[in-house]
């Protein structure tokens, strides 16, 4: 005010979150030709390498698109008009052979990370169905349209503290024939948790040596599902009571997560073991006086049919009480199709399970796919073949700035 000169005594900060608009930009690549006076040879430097060869789309592009679609969930429809606003349109069949064309590209660690994840000797199984166009098909589904099916495998050791990274492996089938599992699992053995399907049952068998190749490991959310369903339609007291014990058994459960094998066995067989014994023998005697029809009597008789498979847990410190990884890894699928409703074709569910394995594997080991891919993308036809799994997510590193290889 009296015009003295000012000095700082402070400041005041404040943040605006803004946003940079994404752009798309058109690279040239310049390759010039030249020839010897003496010789007339022609040289030329060779062309770069590109994700899809003779395609129009960079890496990072690609890598935008897929996860777009398969971990945003967006129709390739709703991808077009994006594009459209950012000055590019893009129709959305070339967006669909782009999709394709990227996971042809990928396929090799598509494979690697199935065979990595299916040779554990301990996993989580379940599936889902997906519409698949099929215009020579009229089923159910209306005309030219069929049910496929979308199957994870999921590899999770985090709860007991094993080494394996942590990872899922999809695949897609035409159908829902139990020879589908039994081909994706192959000469594989171990533990297999998964819902009582009767696709997966041949693999609980014993074989000519008198062994199964996998002992059944059943979900105690799956069976808490039927009755907290029979509490909520019928307010049964029975139904609640059944809620209450299993709920003892997951505050067990939530006391031993990320403890290792043996300490969760240990605590299993003081604790969890005497509420399972006492709930077996409630539900034996309350099928004596329930109706045998009721949805109620149906839930107790599923756990009891399937008992050793639902004490299985208490065997092994390694052995979850529930299926939940493999239904979270089935919940973006779920969360896709009610987005773009179906697959175009039966090559349209693979490169979906492909996509899948490697977006979901990716933030399983806590990376940000979008960048995974784009990176992946970049290099994968430039490297070495034998080094292919140092790409796989839970091995990947970024390259540093100016290298390609």
């Not at 166009?133 to 099916?149: M, N």
């Not at 209450?244 to 094998?261: C, H, K, V």
Request: charged share 25%.
């Amino acid at each position: 005010d009296c015009g003295g000169t000012l000095r700082r005594v402070g400041e005041d900060v404040s943040q605006i979150l803004d946003m940079i608009t994404a752009q798309l930009k058109l690279i040239e690549v310049a390759r010039p030709k030249k020839s010897c006076r003496c010789c007339e040879k022609m040289v030329q430097c060779p062309a770069p390498t590109r994700p899809i060869p003779g395609s129009l789309a960079g890496p990072s592009l690609l890598a935008f698109i897929l996860v777009a679609k398969y971990d945003d969930h967006l129709p390739l429809y709703r991808l077009n008009e994006i594009f459209a606003r950012m000055g590019a349109d893009i129709p959305d069949t070339t967006l669909a052979g782009w999709c394709g064309g990227a996971m042809r590209t990928l396929a090799p660690l598509v494979e690697l990370i199935r065979k990595d994840v299916l040779a554990s000797d301990l996993l989580h199984a379940d599936d889902t169905p997906i519409r698949v166009l099929d215009r020579a098909k009229k089923g159910e589904l209306g005309k030219g349209v069929k049910e496929g099916r979308i199957w994870a495998y999921v590899r999770d050791q985090r709860p007991w503290s094993g080494a394996a990274p942590p990872a899922v492996a999809y695949h897609f089938s035409p159908d829902r024939k139990g020879e589908h599992p039994q081909k994706h699992l192959g000469a594989g053995k171990g533990i297999l948790q998964a819902d009582a399907y009767a696709g997966f049952r041949d693999l609980y068998l014993a074989e000519g040596n008198g062994e199964a190749r996998f002992q059944e490991a059943a979900c105690w959310a799956h069976l808490r599902r039927a009755f907290f369903d029979v509490e909520k339609e019928t307010g049964s007291e029975i139904a609640r009571e059944a809620l209450e014990r299993i709920g003892a058994l997951y505050d067990i459960e939530a006391q031993i997560n990320g403890r290792s094998a043996d300490e969760r066995h240990a605590v299993r067989q003081a604790h969890s073991r005497p509420k399972v014994e006492a709930f077996k023998a409630w539900a034996e005697e309350n099928l004596d006086y329930i109706s045998g029809k009721s949805d109620l009597a149906k839930a107790f008789r599923y756990a009891l049919n399937r008992w050793d498979a639902f004490c299985l847990f208490l065997e092994d410190g390694r052995v979850a009480i529930d299926n939940n990884p493999a239904e979270r890894a089935m919940r973006p699928i779920g969360i896709g199709r009610k987005n773009w409703l179906f697959a175009g074709n039966d090559a349209g569910g693979e490169t979906l399970a492909r996509a899948m394995t490697l977006i979901e594997s990716a933030k399983l080991s806590g990376l940000d796919p979008q960048a995974y891919l784009a990176d992946v993308l970049a290099r994968i036809n430039d490297h070495i073949n034998p080094r292919l799994y140092e790409l796989l997510p839970w091995n990947w590193k970024p390259l540093p700035a100016g290298d390609t290889k």
